[in-house]
């Protein structure tokens, strides 16, 4: 027998309904026991497991199958499913009679983990979820309650059917998903997205400092000015990103500061 | 393991003991509890919907106390100051979800109203919103211990998963995932209703005693959070990658708020 490198090509595969409905719930859950060891290893293990129901062996087969998955494990969870579809895949080949060496799928969920990581880290955290933010928080400042969730929706049901579609995906591609890594369309993707966040964020501080200027509050507009432009520019001025816990704390450190500032001069 | 168990016999009654009469009520506090827990599981364990952004969570809170608007009116200073608080490279993982929860649940049940911080020239108003900013602020932050502790049980749990390597019980697995997940939800809701608990009891009843000087800064607290939650993000777009575009959204809405609308 010849180890593959490539997918065989054995005609269109597609994943039986049962069994990719039970991967797919059980995928959702891939973080729930995340730890700092070694990750998302026992959600993979969980997620994988209808699979090795399905193809119940003996005893020793089922620890083996175990122990592929419950090593270091870590992707960007709402594209991890292209990988456990490409996992399945692997082990339907290999129960299938097909060559496909052991270190072949630790060697499989590590890069292709890594590389799917990688991308949806830039595609969801740093590109889709500033813009949906923005996005809500644009539509809040105008008061519109049904609209935000509307926004929020309809991600949680677009995020949903990537999944559902990326696990057949994944199957079909098999070791061929290298190929779809290779895609430029992720990266034009990717910069298209961070792009409209760009937008929304500046957007949002127009909208903000307009609501600001014309709040008719009784407060003194110079200082208010003041605080604005120093919330603005600190953290870009600090070239520091703190959490926003800390944020608020260093808010109410200007706005007291601020304050005495109004008593001390008489105004 | 006995003195574990003794926690827990006491912690129910202290708990009762701990709870004005009726207010806020049984059911409010489980409602609020199921929410949060419900809020926290999305957070990270299951589905991850961004239904627990802090806007969300401020609103569908409010929703189910009957006043969306105040949910509205606390979660989104807290959104756009926690907007730029991502989890990549991020060693913080504060709760927002649980403060918050507790936070538009106590101003709700306590039969106050909030109002947008521009939409009213009552400064007491926008004070106690900045008031309840700060409650979710410091408590998000003790959040992060939780968090991580149970990070650190998921670990140990996560080894004795071992035991199937050797035994092949495929069950204990699963068991030990579903362990997590409640976990989770429970801290969520529990978190939530104890932090009710004090924000009604002792956070609340705090701000009519404070200095009109604190007063006045908690007033100007909500009107710089957005500030410096757009410069955060801005910081982490890059400011020379991103000054452009930025600038453009600013120019176009400020004109479009200002002269239009």
């Given at each position: 027998?010849?180890?593959?490198?490539?997918?065989?090509?054995?005609?269109?595969?597609?994943?039986?309904?049962?069994?990719?409905?039970?991967?797919?719930?059980?995928?959702?859950?891939?973080?729930?026991?995340?730890?700092?060891?070694?990750?998302?290893?026992?959600?993979?293990?969980?997620?994988?497991?209808?699979?090795?129901?399905?193809?119940?062996?003996?005893?020793?087969?089922?620890?083996t199958f175990c122990r592929r998955y419950y090593e270091y494990f870590n992707?960007?969870?709402?594209?991890?499913?292209?990988?456990?579809?490409?996992?399945?895949?692997?082990?339907?080949?290999?129960?299938?009679?097909?060559?496909?060496?052991?270190?072949?799928?630790?060697?499989?969920?590590?890069?292709?983990?890594?590389?799917?990581?990688?991308?949806?880290?830039?595609?969801?955290?740093?590109?889709?979820?500033?813009?949906?933010?923005?996005?809500?928080?644009?539509?809040?400042?105008?008061?519109?309650?049904?609209?935000?969730?509307?926004?929020?929706?309809?991600?949680?049901?677009?995020?949903?059917?990537?999944?559902?579609?990326?696990?057949?995906?994944?199957?079909?591609?098999?070791?061929?998903?290298?190929?779809?890594?290779?895609?430029?369309?992720?990266?034009?993707?990717?910069?298209?997205?961070?792009?409209?966040?760009?937008?929304?964020?500046?957007?949002?501080?127009?909208?903000?400092?307009?609501?600001?200027?014309?709040?008719?509050?009784?407060?003194?507009?110079?200082?208010?000015?003041?605080?604005?432009?120093?919330?603005?520019?600190?953290?870009?001025a600090l070239r520091r990103r703190l959490p926003g816990e800390v944020l608020?704390?260093?808010?109410?450190?200007?706005?007291?500061?601020?304050?005495?500032?109004?008593?001390?001069?008489?105004? | 393991?006995?003195?574990?168990?003794?926690?827990?016999?006491?912690?129910?009654?202290?708990?009762?003991?701990?709870?004005?009469?009726?207010?806020?009520?049984?059911?409010?506090?489980?409602?609020?509890?199921?929410?949060?827990?419900?809020?926290?599981?999305?957070?990270?364990?299951?589905?991850?919907?961004?239904?627990?952004?802090?806007?969300?969570?401020?609103?569908?809170?409010?929703?189910?106390?009957?006043?969306?608007?105040?949910?509205?009116?606390?979660?989104?200073?807290?959104?756009?100051?926690?907007?730029?608080?991502?989890?990549?490279?991020?060693?913080?993982?504060?709760?927002?979800?649980?403060?918050?929860?507790?936070?538009?649940?106590?101003?709700?049940?306590?039969?106050?109203?909030?109002?947008?911080?521009?939409?009213?020239?009552?400064?007491?108003?926008?004070?106690?919103?900045?008031?309840?900013?700060?409650?979710?602020?410091?408590?998000?932050?003790?959040?992060?211990?939780?968090?991580?502790?149970?990070?650190?049980?998921?670990?140990?749990?996560?080894?004795?998963?071992?035991?199937?390597?050797?035994?092949?019980?495929?069950?204990?697995?699963?068991?030990?995932?579903?362990?997590?997940?409640?976990?989770?939800?429970?801290?969520?809701?529990?978190?939530?209703?104890?932090?009710?608990?004090?924000?009604?009891?002792?956070w609340l009843p705090a701000f009519a005693q404070l200095p009109a000087v604190?007063?006045?800064?908690?007033?100007?607290?909500?009107?710089?959070?957005?500030?410096?939650?757009?410069?955060?993000?801005?910081?982490?777009?890059?400011?020379?990658?991103?000054?452009?575009?930025?600038?453009?959204?600013?120019?176009?809405?400020?004109?479009?708020?200002?002269?239009?609308?």
């Open positions: 027998m010849r180890a593959v490198t490539r997918q065989p090509d054995r005609g269109v595969r597609k994943l039986g309904f049962a069994l990719k409905v039970r991967l797919f719930m059980r995928s959702l859950s891939l973080q729930a026991s995340w730890n700092h060891e070694r990750m998302q290893n026992l959600g993979l293990l969980v997620a994988m497991l209808p699979w090795a129901r399905r193809h119940r062996g003996d005893l020793n087969r089922d620890r992707t960007n969870p709402y594209l991890a499913n292209f990988v456990i579809g490409g996992l399945v895949r692997l082990e339907d080949d290999r129960a299938a009679g097909l060559d496909v060496p052991l270190g072949m799928t630790a060697t499989f969920r590590d890069s292709l983990g890594r590389a799917f990581a990688s991308l949806g880290d830039q595609l969801f955290w740093l590109g889709l979820r500033p813009a949906v933010v923005m996005a809500i928080c644009l539509l809040g400042l105008f008061w519109q309650m049904a609209a935000l969730i509307s926004v929020i929706a309809l991600f949680a049901v677009g995020q949903l059917v990537v999944r559902w579609r990326s696990l057949d995906q994944g199957y079909r591609l098999g070791l061929d998903l290298v190929d779809l890594l290779q895609d430029k369309r992720w990266h034009r993707g990717i910069a298209a997205v961070e792009r409209t966040g760009m937008i929304l964020t500046g957007m949002t501080a127009g909208t903000y400092l307009a609501l600001v200027t014309d709040s008719g509050l009784p407060v003194n507009h110079n200082l208010l000015w003041f605080g604005v432009a120093v919330g603005l520019g600190l953290p870009v608020i704390l260093v808010a109410l450190g200007l706005a007291l500061l601020l304050t005495f500032a109004v008593l001390l001069s008489g105004s | 393991m006995s003195s574990l168990s003794g926690v827990w016999a006491v912690l129910p009654a202290a708990l009762l003991a701990a709870v004005p009469a009726g207010d806020p009520s049984w059911n409010s506090m489980l409602l609020l509890g199921l929410l949060a827990g419900l809020l926290s599981l999305d957070e990270t364990a299951l589905m991850q919907t961004w239904f627990s952004q802090p806007l969300a969570v401020g609103v569908l809170t409010g929703a189910v106390c009957g006043d969306p608007a105040s949910g509205l009116a606390i979660g989104l200073p807290v959104q756009l100051i926690l907007a730029g608080n991502l989890p990549v490279g991020q060693s913080f993982t504060g709760d927002s979800v649980s403060a918050l929860v507790a936070a538009v649940g106590a101003v709700v049940l306590s039969g106050r109203g909030l109002v947008s911080v521009f939409g009213t020239p009552d400064l007491t108003e926008i004070a106690l919103v900045g008031w309840m900013v700060v409650a979710v602020g410091l408590f998000s932050s003790a959040g992060h211990l939780m968090i991580q502790m149970e990070r650190r049980a998921h670990f140990l749990w996560m080894l004795e998963g071992h035991r199937t390597l050797r035994d092949g019980r495929l069950r204990r697995m699963e068991a030990i995932h579903a362990r997590c997940l409640f976990t989770t939800f429970l801290r969520g809701g529990a978190t939530a209703i104890i932090l009710l608990l004090v924000l009604r009891r002792l604190i007063v006045a800064a908690l007033a100007m607290l909500p009107l710089l959070l957005p500030g410096l939650g757009i410069g955060n993000l801005i910081e982490r777009y890059g400011l020379r990658a991103s000054w452009l575009w930025v600038a453009g959204g600013t120019v176009v809405s400020f004109a479009v708020t200002r002269f239009v609308l």
